[in-house]
């Protein structure tokens, strides 16, 4: 019966975690007679998959995301997820590039198995970037007639409501002011008083705070103009 080792060491058995190097083995039979041979270990390949691709993932938009830094890796699996929706490609059917929509900022993943069994993994933050469509005239007639008497605010649904929004007069004083106010609604907006007196004709100041659905409080500052 033959039994392997390292020369280096009084063990037998299984080695692991050996460095990269010439390594010599000896077998000895139950006669004490030996044989040798030297066994060359070298590193593997050091697995780093890139991934390509924009950081910010407009509204209705898909982006192509590309694995990279592979070029010298025989790849056996690929598998591309996001760490809140899933996975999106496993298995050997996977491209080296992913297609990717989001509803919601997330993280992509992309996790590669080479030909040895050795395993890499990297990700990239993606920013959902929503689509914010608002409304605001600038000229309204608080006349009674029936139109444009109102002063309000338009928008999609990626606006949730109206935090706050403030008017003020060419002397700073506030005229107007309303908070947790809906969006698309005449009866949050401004029928031109003060007090319950018809203002003058002339340009007034707004400041407006949105409340987003998908993104940060939007303010907006800018003028509307009553005319009569």
């Not at 694995?67 to 996977?94: A, H, K, P």
């Not at 005229?175 to 907006?189: L, P, Q, Y």
Request: glycine share 6%; charged share 25%.
């Amino acid at each position: 019966m033959f039994h392997t080792r390292l020369t280096d060491s009084p063990l037998l058995g299984l080695y692991t975690d050996l460095e990269a190097g010439t390594y010599s083995i000896v077998a000895t039979d139950e006669y004490n007679c030996k044989s040798s041979a030297n066994v060359v270990l070298t590193d593997p390949k050091v697995l780093d998959p890139q991934i390509f691709g924009a950081a910010i993932v407009p509204e209705k938009i898909t982006n192509r995301y590309q694995l990279t830094n592979v070029d010298n890796v025989e790849i056996d699996q690929i598998v591309w997820y996001l760490i809140n929706e899933g996975v999106l490609c496993s298995g050997d059917v996977c491209e080296d590039y992913v297609d990717v929509a989001l509803t919601a900022d997330d993280t992509l993943c992309v996790e590669i198995t080479d030909v040895n069994n050795c395993v890499a993994l990297n990700c990239i933050a993606l920013t959902y970037l929503e689509n914010v469509d608002i409304s605001i005239p600038n000229v309204f007639s608080p006349d009674g007639d029936g139109q444009n008497d109102i002063f309000y605010v338009t928008a999609d649904n990626s606006v949730e409501l109206i935090k706050e929004m403030k008017i003020f007069d060419r002397w700073g004083e506030n005229v107007f002011s309303i908070e947790n106010a809906n969006v698309n609604d005449i009866g949050d907006g401004w029928d031109g008083e003060y007090k319950g007196k018809k203002l003058s004709p002339g340009v007034y100041v707004y400041y407006i705070v949105f409340k987003l659905k998908e993104r940060d409080d939007m303010k907006v500052v800018g003028d509307i103009t009553i005319v009569r």
